[in-house]
T-cell receptor, first 113, second 116 residues
Framework: SQKIEQNSEALNIQEGKTATLTCNYTNYSPAYLQWYRQDPGRGPVFLLL?????KEKRKERLKVTFDTTLKQSLFHITASQPADSATYLCALLRGDSSYKLIFGSGTRLLVRP | GAGVSQSPSNKVTEKGKDVELRCDPI?????LYWYRQRLGQGLEFLIYFQGNSAPDKSGLPSDRFSAERTGESVSTLTIQRTQQEDSAVYLCASSSSSSGTVYGYTFGSGTRLTVV
C-alpha cells in the first residue's frame, strides 16, 4: 500500500529564511500531490496542488516541486514569517474512480521572530 | 453554506455508548469524505461519498462504524459501542467532483471525540 513520509521532527527557522519541507512516497506515483496547512484545533486548509506531469508550481511565497523519479515533493516557503508557523500536510491523490486523498502525518514548522 | 460545518465541535461520551457526528458540506459539492485524526497523527481515511454512487467504505476500522449521506446533503457518522481507542478528531471534507483536483478539498473544523 502507498506510504507517505514526512519529517516528524519540527522544523525551526528564523524569520525571513526559506523553509523547506519534504514529502516522500513509496509505491505508485500519484496523479496529483497536494499540500495543506493545519493550525491547532482546525481542519486542514488547501494550499497547492501539483500534477504528475508538472515539475514545479508557485503561489505567492509558496513553491512546490514534484520529482517522480525520486518519489519526492518539496514544499518551500520563502521570506518566512511567524504567521507561517503551523503543521504542513502532504497528500496524494491516485486519480482513479475513488478520488481518495491519502495524507502524510505532517511536519510542524516554527518560525522564530 | 460558506464552508463545511460539523457538529458537535466537542463530544465526551462514556465507553459503550453510541455517538452520532454530523457534517454539512458546501452546497453543490457532490463528494464528501470522513477522516479520523488521532493526536499528533496524520489523517486516516474512513469513508467517501460521491453523488449517488455506492460509498467507498474501505477505511472504516470496524463494523461499529457506519455513515450515511442522503443525496448530496448532510452526512452522519455513527460509532456504536464506543471504545477508548475511538478518541480522536473526526474531520469531514467536501469537494465538487472536478474541483477537488484543482482547488483541493474543503475541511470542516472537526468533532473532537473523547471516550471516557
Amino acid at each position: 500500500s502507498q506510504k507517505i513520509e514526512q519529517n516528524s521532527e519540527a522544523l525551526n527557522i528564523q524569520e525571513g529564511k526559506t523553509a523547506t519541507l519534504t514529502c516522500n512516497y513509496t509505491n505508485y506515483s500519484p496523479a496529483y500531490l497536494q499540500w495543506y496547512r493545519q493550525d491547532p484545533g482546525r481542519g486542514p486548509v488547501f494550499l497547492l496542488l501539483i500534477r504528475e506531469n508538472e515539475k514545479e508550481k508557485r503561489k505567492e511565497r509558496l513553491k512546490v516541486t514534484f520529482d517522480t523519479t525520486l518519489k519526492q515533493s518539496l514544499f518551500h516557503i520563502t521570506a518566512s514569517q511567524p504567521a507561517d508557523s503551523a503543521t504542513y500536510l502532504c497528500a496524494l491523490l491516485r486519480g482513479d474512480s475513488s478520488y481518495k486523498l491519502i495524507f502524510g502525518s505532517g511536519t510542524r514548522l516554527l518560525v522564530r521572530p | 453554506g460558506a464552508g463545511v460545518s460539523q457538529s458537535p465541535s466537542n463530544k465526551v461520551t462514556e465507553k459503550g455508548k453510541d455517538v452520532e457526528l454530523r457534517c454539512d458540506p458546501i452546497s453543490g459539492h457532490t463528494a464528501l469524505y470522513w477522516y479520523r485524526q488521532r493526536l499528533g497523527q496524520g489523517l486516516e481515511f474512513l469513508i467517501y461519498f460521491q453523488g449517488n454512487s455506492a460509498p467507498d467504505k474501505s477505511g472504516l476500522p470496524s463494523d461499529r462504524f457506519s455513515a450515511e449521506r442522503t443525496g448530496e446533503s448532510v452526512s452522519t457518522l455513527t460509532i456504536q459501542r464506543t471504545q477508548q481507542e475511538d478518541s480522536a478528531v473526526y474531520l469531514c471534507a467536501s469537494s465538487s467532483s472536478s474541483s477537488g483536483t484543482v482547488y483541493g478539498y474543503t475541511f470542516g473544523s472537526g468533532t473532537r471525540l473523547t471516550v471516557v
